[in-house]
């Protein structure tokens, strides 16, 4: 059975930073691409980032160059440091694989 498990969230001023951890189990980790979303109150949930299973990633127009998505196969984890936080990236954060969702972890980023 595949199992996601976010953790990290929590609040933080505008400018900060923090690490989001997800860690995985029931899949064959190393073999898998795995992302990271979000949803914000009101809106649909959008991509973040995403890393392949050769660390190729994709990140949003919206957080490129501020956020970094990394994965330690020995760990099954997989990161999303974000650095340079905004107002507009509170929201709900999601680790995903295949069709596969954690429970999410909540980022509130607030003076």
């Known amino acids: 059975q595949v199992q996601l498990v976010e953790s990290g969230g929590g609040l933080v001023q505008p400018g900060g930073s923090l690490r989001l951890s997800c860690a995985a189990s029931?899949?064959?980790?190393?073999?898998?691409?795995m992302g990271w979303y979000r949803q914000a109150p009101g809106k649909e949930r959008e991509l973040v980032a995403t890393?392949?299973?050769?660390?190729?990633?994709y990140y949003a127009d919206s957080v490129k160059g501020r956020f970094t998505i990394s994965r330690d196969n020995v760990k099954n984890t997989v990161y999303l440091q974000m650095n340079s936080l905004k107002a507009e990236d509170t929201a709900v954060y999601y680790c995903?694989?295949?069709?596969?969702w954690g429970q999410g972890t909540l980022v509130t980023v607030s003076s």
């Open positions: 995903n694989v295949r069709t596969r």
């Open positions: 029931g899949i064959i980790f190393s073999s898998n691409a």
């Open positions: 890393i392949t299973y050769d660390d190729s990633t």
